[in-house]
Each structure stands twice: as structure tokens, then as C-alpha cells.
């Protein structure tokens, strides 16, 4: 079975930064695209930066610039640097990743989502 496990979040001041950091454990044969999302309350969950295998790198409009995401596929670990930090950008942030766990042809990934890390900014 394999789990996501964030980390990194917590309050800071509006002006800050805050690194989360995704852990994965389990069997893992291959992991293709992995993502960072949010959630504000009552709101439904919204991706915020992608990171493919290759490195290719996508950010939604409200993070571009302040957010950077970035992966280490030896260690099958993602990251979010984040700075700018805004009062709007508390939310809780949970990572996201398509595991192959076996090989197969072709290979068949399954969604695997963290707990979540809340992030609060205060103004």
C-alpha cells in the first residue's frame, strides 16, 4: 500500500514562506506526475502546481510566481517552496501522485492523495 505524507505546513505572517515536503512509502515501481492542491473550507479541493516526471512544471494562476514546485525521484519526494505568503493562501494543502506499483504493459497508476497540511497566514 502505498501513502503520501505532508509535512512543512503551519502559521506564519503574510510576507513569509513556507516549504512543504511529501513523502511516499509502500512499493513503488514508477511515479508519473505529482501535484500539489488545496483546500479551503467548504470549498472543493483545486490543483495548484504539477510537476511531471520529466520535470515539466504547471501552476494555477493564483500561485504562479510566489510557488515553486519541485521533486526528487530518487527519494520519490515532492515539494512546494512558497513565498509571498498571502492571508488568502490559508488553506490545507495536500499532495497528490500517480503510482504505478508493479510493472505491467502498460502501466496502470493509481491516485494516491496525503492527509493534508494546513497552512494558515496571518495578515
Known amino acids: 500500500q502505498v501513502q503520501l505524507v505532508e509535512s512543512g505546513g503551519g502559521l506564519v505572517q503574510a510576507g513569509g514562506s513556507l516549504r512543504l515536503s511529501c513523502t511516499t512509502s509502500?512499493?513503488?515501481?514508477?511515479?508519473?506526475?505529482m501535484a500539489w492542491y488545496r483546500q479551503f473550507p467548504g470549498k472543493q479541493r483545486d490543483v495548484i502546481a504539477t510537476?511531471?516526471?520529466?520535470?515539466?512544471?504547471n501552476y494555477a494562476e493564483a500561485v504562479k510566481g510566489r510557488f515553486t514546485i519541485s521533486r526528487d525521484n530518487a527519494k520519490n519526494t515532492v515539494y512546494l517552496q512558497m513565498n509571498s505568503l498571502k492571508p488568502e493562501d490559508t488553506a490545507m494543502y495536500y499532495c497528490?501522485?500517480?503510482?504505478?506499483?508493479?510493472?505491467?504493459?502498460?502501466?496502470?497508476?493509481?491516485?494516491?492523495w496525503g492527509q493534508g497540511t494546513l497552512v494558515t497566514v496571518s495578515s
Open positions: 497528490n501522485a500517480g503510482v504505478a506499483t508493479q510493472l505491467t504493459l502498460p502501466l496502470r497508476y493509481l491516485e494516491v
Open positions: 509502500g512499493t513503488i515501481f514508477r511515479i508519473n506526475t
Open positions: 510537476i511531471t516526471s520529466d520535470g515539466s512544471r
